[in-house]
Nanobody, 118 residues
Framework: QVQLVESGGGLGQAGGSLRLSCVAS????????MGWFRQAPGKQREFVAA????????DYLDSVKGRFTISRDTAKNTVYLQMNSLKPEDTAVYYC???????????WGQGTQVTVSS
């Protein structure tokens, strides 16, 4: 079975940085798109960033462009989200997700809490 396990969450300070990791297992992820989503208290889950496993092209939520960078290490089956210039508004549970390029997101991690102090 596909498993996505996030780590790296915790408490960050405004203006600081955190790096999230997502270890993917269970199948080859060629032709997959890997994404990061987040859900803040009382809000709907929103898309943050995604990356093509094969080519590395990436897409971002407008509010994180220039601050967050998604990347992947294919040898380690790991996806990263480097979060710089953190803001309190970034506080949320962050989820790693995966989809085959023709399908919807269907595989999800358990989530990791990111809290940014003001």
């Amino acid at each position: 079975q596909v498993q996505l396990v996030e780590s790296g969450g915790g408490l960050g300070q405004a203006g600081g940085s955190l790096r999230l990791s997502c270890v993917a297992s269970g199948r080859r992820f060629s032709n997959y798109i890997m994404g990061w989503f987040r859900q803040a208290p009382g809000k709907q889950r929103e898309f943050v960033a995604a990356i093509n496993w094969n080519g590395g092209s990436a897409d971002y939520l407008d509010s994180v462009k220039g601050r967050f960078t998604i990347s992947r290490d294919t040898a380690k089956n790991t996806v990263y989200l480097q979060m710089n210039s953190l803001k309190p508004e970034d506080t949320a549970v962050y989820y790693c997700a995966a989809r085959y390029y023709t399908r919807e997101y269907e595989f999800w991690g358990q989530g990791t809490q990111v809290t940014v102090s003001s």
